[in-house]
């Protein structure tokens, strides 16, 4: 069995607290990276045999601890889930602050995204020695999701598969003038200042189709409970720094060029699921082009499902047991 340094869990994990499996144990420890910053990881680990690894990337401004039940349910079946609080997140966040090297809703002082991937890398490569020789996929939901774009068109060798969940096709000129906006606000406002100008304009439209909204966040789930979750959770919802919209925009633009695209090895099995109700996806919109630009790369291992009405966070929807059987199938 593998044995790591115990991290104290925060209250914060109370909120997400599943009904544990007596043949599975949770693993917490903090990874230095080859850069010297510590990233805080959660192992969700079978006691018997282990069938392979599932690699989290978490979305924006929510962290790892909020997929407690899906790692339960990954280690009931024989699967570890490996899941790192991303850099500007979580522990990681909360540790980097203490150092004075970093703060929530920053990736890093320079190329943020581009750390962001290589932290995928990193945190994996313990994990596939930690259990040499099992199958591994990476799993990665909103924007790590589209860390995980880029990971499979640089480092696709290092996994047997991807899931890309809540995730997004290219739409250039909006992604530009985002840029172009974040941009200008790092120079004038300071690139560590956060930005709930640039919050208001990601996410502010994400509601328009929610007539009954309340609160601004009921497009991540139909599940009240869990958003109400994540409205009560201090380490989701908060500003991030002008730098992160910075570097999500330089992300979305540099991982949908074709040129970057045609890297992906066509034989990669890669799932995509998507809820018909997410504003992330264009409703489906920019999803469904992210699937035609792969199959016309010449993808032949491309499967997409599609959840009519779920919205954002479908480890989260009112489906979830049904998405949850769904990557155990295909995995």
């Known amino acids: 069995m593998h044995t790591h ?16 499996n007596k043949a599975m144990q949770r693993e917490q420890f903090f990874q230095t990276m080859s850069d010297g910053e ?33 790692g339960t349910v990954l280690a009931e079946n024989g699967f570890v889930l490996n899941a790192h609080d991303v850099r500007g997140h979580g522990k990681t966040a909360e540790r980097a602050a203490e150092k004075h090297s970093g703060m929530f809703g920053l990736l890093a002082d ?15 490569e313990k994990a596939k020695a930690d259990f040499p020789g099992k199958k591994t996929v990476l799993l990665g939901h909103s924007f790590g999701s589209f860390v995980a774009q880029s990971f499979i068109e640089t480092y696709a060798r290092l996994i047997d598969g991807c899931i890309l969940c809540g995730t997004a096709g290219p739409a250039f000129v909006l992604t530009a003038f985002g840029n172009i906006v974040a941009r200008v606000i790092a120079f004038f ?4 200042r956060a930005s709930p ?13 929610i007539p009954d909204s309340v609160n601004g966040q009921e497009w991540l789930s139909r599940d009240k ?8 959770d201090p380490y989701c919802g908060f500003n991030p720094t002008a730098s992160f919209y910075c570097d999500l925009t330089h992300g979305l633009i540099k991982i949908h060029k074709r040129a970057n695209i045609r890297k992906i090895p066509s034989d990669l099995p890669i ?9 992330v996806g264009g409703y489906g919109k920019t999803v469904e082009k992210l699937c035609a630009i792969y199959r016309k790369n010449g993808a032949k291992n491309l499967t997409v499902k599609k959840y009519d009405d779920a919205r954002h966070e479908l480890f989260n929807e009112i489906n979830k047991a049904e998405v949850e059987s769904d990557v155990l199938l295909w995995l």
């Open 225 to 232: 409970d869990a958003v109400a979750r994540y409205i009560a």
């Open 197 to 209: 100008f640039l919050k208001q304009m990601a996410f502010g439209a994400y509601t328009k189709k």
């Open 271 to 279: 799932l995509i699921i998507y809820g018909s109700a997410d504003p």
């Open 110 to 124: 320079k190329n943020g995204f581009e750390r962001a991937v290589e932290d995928v890398r990193e945190v994996l």
């Open 38 to 70: 510590e990233v805080f990881v959660t192992r969700w680990v079978p006691d018997g045999e282990v069938t392979g690894i599932v690699q989290l990337s978490h979305g924006m401004v929510e962290h790892a601890q909020r997929y407690e039940r899906f």
């Open 5 to 20: 340094p115990f991290f104290n869990a925060s209250p914060v994990d109370s909120f997400y607290r599943f009904d544990y």
């Open 189 to 192: 406002k300071g690139k560590k």
